[in-house]
Each structure stands twice: as structure tokens, then as C-alpha cells.
């Protein structure tokens, strides 16, 4: 049993905030086998702060940016899914699914390249089933123009012309924008660059983001170019940004209520 098994077991299944427990010791296992950077648990823990003030659902919002994503993917003609250690460290599996049923391969592109992270998350993703997997050859990779990170060294990305890239920084989205490629951003945190640059921002946690984009594509794919079409044009993500703000307030309101409840005690 390994050190991750063991931690999920110490915590009963019944206890309120079991889910959010389970993957924070995935994220710390991951930072273990150098799959994660160990900047990666303070962004992780970031994301949780933003999604308890989005109740820890996948709100109807967030449904319809998923749905517009997975029809913009199957509509690209070159599209990437670029993977970090955290995401590899969280949804491995599911991450290995979506990339043969869209189909978009996997890129991975790190912010921190310590030594041996770019191999241990390739193995990740490969035991998870992922068979297509670039960013790993550096004889591959060009540079992107108008980035300085470590970001900037990329394979496939180069040439695509939609990118998917969870849990990640502005500067490449910005970047990424600049040279004409549209992004799918999952981010909790609606006031990100990433959020405001991304051409379709899913606000929402990526451990419910990917599954809910498998069950989507099997659902689009029956659908016509015409009507998938349709489903990336009537959506507007400025639109969609500013509710989901609106909906942040209002649930803050809520919770405010409650805690005076509590606090008449």
C-alpha cells in the first residue's frame, strides 16, 4: 500500500471535507515523486480558497464553458491539451481518456523544470494509459516568441491552433494569444490573466472539469459540424465571466447569513 493509500484511509469517507482531502494528498504525493513542484501546493491550495466560494460544484456556468470547450476541440484541427504536474498528479486517467476520445494530444509544459519532473510525470501519464504524450524530446521544441519562463519551450504547441492549458499562468496565455492560438483555460479564479485572456474560461475545479468533458464529447460527437458550431458561437465568455462573479457574490452573501445564524450562539 502505498504512502497516498494510506493517508485516503486515515480519513473517513463521512467526514465533510473528505473530497477536498483526498486530492490535496494526491498533490503532496505527487510533490514526493517530483511529478509536482513544491510551488504547486501553494497554487493548489489558492484553488481551493476560490472554489469553497464557489460552493465546490460545478455550477451551470461552468457546465456551459465545458460544453463550448469540448466543441471547440473537436472542431480544431490541431489541438493540444498541455499538462502540468498538477493536473498529472490529479486526473492522470482521466486526462488519458480525453486525449484519445477527442482526439488532442498531450504536451507537458512546466514552469519549474527540476531534473527528472518531465519523466516522472510522462510515466504518470503513461500507467494512466496516455499513449500520445510530446514535450519531452528537447531536440523538438522551439522557443515561443515574447515568453522568458521556462514555459516558452514547447513542442506541438507551437503549431496548434487551439490550446487547452489547465492550471497555468498568464504570461503563456498572453503569449499564446499574441501569436493567434485560442485558449481553453480551466481556472478557479475568474480575476486571473489567465481567466481574462483565455478565449473560453472554465471556472471550476479541473478534478470535475475533465470527467465532465469526457461525458461531453461522447454526447457532441453524435451531433453535426453545423450544431457543434453553433455551440462555440453562442457563447460568450466575458459573459460568462462576469455572471460566475455575480454568482461568487451571491453565494458569499449566503454564507454570510449563515454565519450570523451561527454566531447568534
Same mark, same amino acid.
Given at each position: 500500500?502505498?504512502?497516498?493509500? *494510506? $493517508?485516503?484511509? &486515515?480519513?473517513?469517507?463521512?467526514?465533510?471535507?473528505?473530497? &477536498?482531502?483526498?486530492?490535496?494528498?494526491?498533490?503532496?504525493?505527487?510533490?514526493? %515523486?517530483?511529478?509536482?513542484?513544491?510551488?504547486?501546493?501553494?497554487?493548489?491550495?489558492?484553488?481551493?480558497?476560490?472554489?469553497?466560494?464557489?460552493?465546490?460544484?460545478?455550477?451551470? @456556468?461552468?457546465?456551459?464553458?465545458?460544453?463550448?470547450?469540448?466543441?471547440?476541440?473537436? @472542431?480544431?484541427?490541431?489541438?493540444?491539451?498541455?499538462?502540468?504536474?498538477?493536473?498529472?498528479?490529479?486526473?492522470?486517467?482521466?486526462?488519458?481518456?480525453?486525449?484519445?476520445?477527442?482526439?488532442?494530444?498531450?504536451?507537458? %509544459?512546466?514552469?519549474?523544470?527540476?531534473?527528472?519532473?518531465?519523466?516522472?510525470?510522462? *510515466?504518470?501519464?503513461?500507467?494512466?494509459?496516455?499513449?500520445?504524450?510530446?514535450?519531452?524530446?528537447?531536440?523538438?521544441?522551439?522557443?515561443?516568441?515574447?515568453?522568458? &519562463?521556462?514555459?516558452?519551450?514547447?513542442?506541438?504547441?507551437?503549431?496548434? +491552433?487551439?490550446?487547452?492549458?489547465?492550471?497555468? !499562468?498568464?504570461?503563456?496565455?498572453?503569449?499564446?494569444?499574441? =501569436?493567434?492560438?485560442?485558449?481553453?483555460?480551466? +481556472? /478557479?479564479?475568474? @480575476? &486571473?490573466?489567465?481567466? /481574462?485572456?483565455?478565449?473560453?474560461?472554465?471556472? !471550476?475545479?479541473?478534478?470535475?472539469?475533465?470527467?465532465?468533458?469526457?461525458?461531453?464529447? $461522447?454526447?457532441?460527437?453524435? =451531433?453535426?459540424?453545423?450544431?457543434?458550431?453553433?455551440?462555440? $458561437? %453562442?457563447?460568450? %465568455?466575458? /459573459?460568462?465571466?462576469?455572471?460566475? @462573479? !455575480? =454568482?461568487?457574490?451571491?453565494?458569499?452573501?449566503?454564507?454570510?447569513?449563515?454565519?450570523?445564524?451561527?454566531?447568534?450562539?
Amino acid at each position: 500500500m502505498t504512502s497516498n493509500e *494510506n $493517508q485516503d484511509h &486515515s480519513v473517513p469517507k463521512t467526514h465533510p471535507r473528505y473530497e &477536498s482531502l483526498k486530492y490535496r494528498h494526491k498533490i503532496i504525493e505527487g510533490m514526493k %515523486n517530483l511529478v509536482v513542484a513544491e510551488a504547486g501546493l501553494i497554487a493548489h491550495g489558492r484553488g481551493e480558497c476560490f472554489d469553497y466560494i464557489l460552493g465546490e460544484k460545478t455550477t451551470l @456556468l461552468a457546465k456551459k464553458a465545458i460544453r463550448t470547450a469540448v466543441a471547440a476541440l473537436l @472542431l480544431a484541427e490541431k489541438p493540444v491539451i498541455s499538462v502540468n504536474g498538477n493536473v498529472a498528479a490529479l486526473v492522470p486517467e482521466e486526462l488519458a481518456t480525453l486525449s484519445k476520445i477527442i482526439p488532442a494530444p498531450l504536451e507537458i %509544459n512546466l514552469f519549474y523544470p527540476k531534473e527528472g519532473r518531465i519523466e516522472a510525470i510522462k *510515466n504518470v501519464l503513461q500507467k494512466a494509459g496516455a499513449t500520445i504524450i510530446h514535450g519531452i524530446d528537447t531536440h523538438k521544441m522551439i522557443e515561443l516568441e515574447g515568453l522568458k &519562463s521556462n514555459r516558452r519551450k514547447v513542442e506541438l504547441i507551437a503549431d496548434a +491552433d487551439i490550446v487547452m492549458v489547465p492550471l497555468e !499562468d498568464g504570461d503563456r496565455t498572453e503569449a499564446l494569444k499574441k =501569436l493567434n492560438k485560442k485558449i481553453i483555460a480551466v +481556472d /478557479l479564479n475568474p @480575476l &486571473s490573466r489567465t481567466a /481574462l485572456w483565455a478565449d473560453i474560461t472554465i471556472v !471550476d475545479n479541473i478534478v470535475r472539469v475533465v470527467p465532465e468533458m469526457i461525458k461531453l464529447t $461522447q454526447e457532441l460527437k453524435k =451531433l453535426n459540424n453545423t450544431q457543434i458550431k453553433e455551440i462555440v $458561437q %453562442n457563447f460568450n %465568455n466575458k /459573459l460568462n465571466i462576469q455572471k460566475t @462573479l !455575480d =454568482l461568487i457574490i451571491k453565494y458569499l452573501e449566503i454564507q454570510k447569513k449563515k454565519a450570523f445564524e451561527i454566531l447568534k450562539f
